[in-house]
């Protein structure tokens, strides 16, 4: 089976693809893609906050958004170094839920992993629209996986 691992430079997406290895058996995975896209008429560049790039001033990345974009995939490649199956790497240029159903259709995936709302406006947004319109158009079952829970602090409750 060959999986679609999908990237957008965040956190979050690099959270799913360690949550892949932890219940996943290598040995059934024939192969990996770990895919990034570029919006091409983007008003936001790609913000790659994965890899351990040079960061130029007031929090911009150095290079191009297309580097941006290679050095996220590169971060979420290397989960997988050693653990079995080889990984592909992919960076696209389009809608961000349209290219990575069509990795997914070009590789005749097995499964799709993509993050719920890494990229999202709000913490109140459950699911990110790329995930939500890839769980729904998918040629195959999506692993979306959701954000981490933040702690809350009980009220302090001093008089």
Do not use: N
């Amino acid at each position: 089976m060959h999986v679609v691992v999908a990237t957008d430079g965040s956190p979050q997406s690099l959270a799913a693809a360690r949550h892949l290895t932890s219940f996943a058996d290598p040995g059934k995975i024939t192969g990996i893609s770990v895919v990034a896209v570029l919006r091409p008429l983007a008003s936001v560049a790609f913000a790659d906050e994965i890899s351990d790039a040079e960061q130029g001033g007031a929090g911009e990345w150095t290079g191009s958004f297309t580097e941006a974009a290679q050095r996220a995939v590169d971060a979420v490649a290397a989960v997988f170094d050693g653990w079995g199956p080889p990984v592909d790497r992919q960076v696209r240029s389009g809608s961000p839920a349209a290219e990575i159903i069509e990795a997914a259709q070009e590789r005749d995936a097995g499964l799709l992993v993509v993050a719920a709302g890494g990229r999202g406006i709000s913490d109140v947004i459950l699911l990110g629209s790329t995930a939500q319109r890839v769980q729904h158009y998918a040629p195959c079952p999506v692993l979306v996986v959701r954000p981490a829970p933040r702690s809350r602090r009980a009220p302090d409750r001093r008089g």
